[in-house]
């Protein structure tokens, strides 16, 4: 079936050390996205990609990087300069679906602890 | 300008009833507006989306009311059911980037039996 996949899907980090979340998509969508999930703050945007070997800040960028070198891939590197980096991430790609409309397909997210 | 409010936080409905939750949006340039509805350990799926050329869509109990002039929409859920509970955000986004989505900060649903 077609997807995303987020791995791992808990992970626990001591403070100061870098952490990737990988983000695998199977649906050869162009554009790929990372959202950071709060609880009663929404979804805010980090990091989208519209195309392989290019990539845009979103709203809460700092602390976090990306790369694109694959249409398929999109992974998430939360780094040590990330000040409050407990939180639910949440991957997404974007494309034509049956409600005949652009939208956003997550993945199941990762969730993280920092210890 | 950026910023989509929604409200309520939480809301508690019976079963059979009608849910309503309500956004409201600042910037104009916005032309897209979905709902996502997402369950416990899950990432949000979106349920129904609505473009300001229309007052109102609606998808089985599922319906959107959009006032553009009041920049306001809503979500209507009528003869709730307890396998609705879940949270439900709304989202706008600017013309060209439908992904690149502004969220509510979520409501909470709870249909009770």
């Known amino acids: 079936d077609g997807g995303i996949t987020q791995s791992p899907k808990y992970l626990f980090r001591k403070e100061g050390q870098n952490v990737t979340l990988s983000c695998e998509q199977n649906?050869?969508?162009?554009?790929m996205y990372w959202y950071r999930q709060d609880p009663g703050q929404g979804l805010r945007l980090i990091y989208y990609?519209?195309?392989?070997?290019?990539?845009q800040k979103g709203d809460i960028a700092e602390g976090y990087s990306v790369s694109r070198e694959k249409k398929e891939s999109f992974p998430l590197t939360v780094t040590s300069a990330q000040k409050n980096p407990t939180a639910f991430y949440l991957c997404?790609?974007?494309?034509?679906?049956?409600?005949?409309?652009?939208?956003?397909?997550f993945g199941e997210g990762s969730r993280l602890t920092v210890l | 300008q950026q910023q989509v409010k929604q409200s309520p936080q939480s809301l508690i409905v019976q079963k059979g009833g009608i849910s309503i939750i309500n956004c409201a949006y600042e910037?104009?340039?916005?032309?897209?507006f979905p709902w996502y509805q997402q369950f416990p350990g899950k990432g949000p799926a979106l349920l129904i989306a609505?473009?300001?050329?229309?007052s109102e869509k609606k998808e089985g109990r599922f319906t959107i009311s959009f006032n553009k002039s009041a920049k306001q929409f809503s979500l209507h859920i009528m003869d709730s059911q307890p396998g609705d509970s879940a949270t439900y955000f709304c989202?706008?986004?600017?013309?060209?980037?439908?992904?690149?989505?502004?969220f509510g900060q979520g409501t909470t649903l709870q249909v009770k039996p």
């Open positions: 910037n104009t340039a916005f032309d897209y």
């Open positions: 989202a706008a986004s600017k013309a060209g980037n439908t992904g690149k989505l502004i």
């Open positions: 990609s519209q195309i392989v070997n290019d990539f």
């Open positions: 649906l050869n969508h162009d554009a």
């Open positions: 997404a790609s974007s494309g034509w679906g049956v409600k005949k409309t652009g939208e956003l397909f």
């Open positions: 609505i473009r300001p050329d229309v």
